[in-house]
């Protein structure tokens, strides 16, 4: 696995991101899921994701806050950070995430659209005080059930199948079918003849199926 960015730079841009989520949602009392996603699509993050030393290191996690929310309000004005007594679930998000980047050189922005932020905030009360290697473990496996979800979907639909039919087709409970589309359940994770028969029935390859 290639970084994304030197080492060097790691420490700030996970101290920068995670304050901008705590400052945006605790301080300026925006909507996480709204910021993140101005945030994901913006050329601050693309400078980001490269670790461009003057914005993860010759910022602030604030000023980059006001940067973004400057986005969808240009009237937006710094306030007094609020503080906590210890870390935030939204601070820990940042934190993580900010890593999972580094480490995987990956687009913020289709990481968000596999495992959206508000996911990721319900992660905090497990994984907040285990080692990184297990955040980044359990995100690798969420994408790959969002990803499994969208196919399985994808090709069901183009099949014309409802989930109900499928389900009866395939012999597979219906609750079953569904959380593997929901991505709470991972295809590539289940019994190889469920697989065998879904690709038969949805006419693709095993493979598409589990991403």
């Not at 289709?110 to 290697?133: F, T």
């Not at 994408?143 to 199948?161: I, V």
Request: hydrophobic share 40%; net charge positive.
């Amino acid at each position: 696995m290639i970084p994304a960015y030197s080492k060097l730079y790691l420490t700030d841009a996970r101290k920068q991101l995670a304050n901008s989520l705590d400052y945006a949602v605790h301080t300026l009392n925006l909507d996480l899921t709204q910021y993140y996603n101005t945030f994901v699509n913006s050329d601050i993050c693309a400078r980001f994701e490269k670790g461009d030393p003057f914005l993860v290191s010759g910022k602030s996690g604030i000023e980059l806050a006001l940067m973004v929310a400057a986005r969808d309000n240009a009237k937006i004005k710094p306030m007094k950070r609020v503080y906590h007594d210890g870390k935030t679930p939204e601070y820990w998000a940042g934190w993580a995430i900010a890593y999972y980047q580094w480490y995987n050189a990956c687009s913020l922005r289709i990481l968000d659209q596999e495992v959206p932020i508000a996911k990721i905030l319900k992660m905090y009360d497990k994984y907040h005080e285990m080692d990184i290697s297990h955040f980044v473990t359990r995100i690798d496996e969420m994408r790959q059930a969002a990803r499994c979800m969208t196919y399985l979907k994808k090709y069901r639909e183009l099949r014309g199948y409802s989930q109900s039919e499928l389900a009866e087709l395939s012999g597979i409970p219906l609750k079953t079918l569904q959380h593997y589309e929901q991505g709470d359940k991972s295809l590539a994770k289940a019994n190889a003849a469920y697989v065998i028969t879904l690709a038969r029935l949805l006419d693709c390859a095993p493979e598409i199926l589990i991403g």
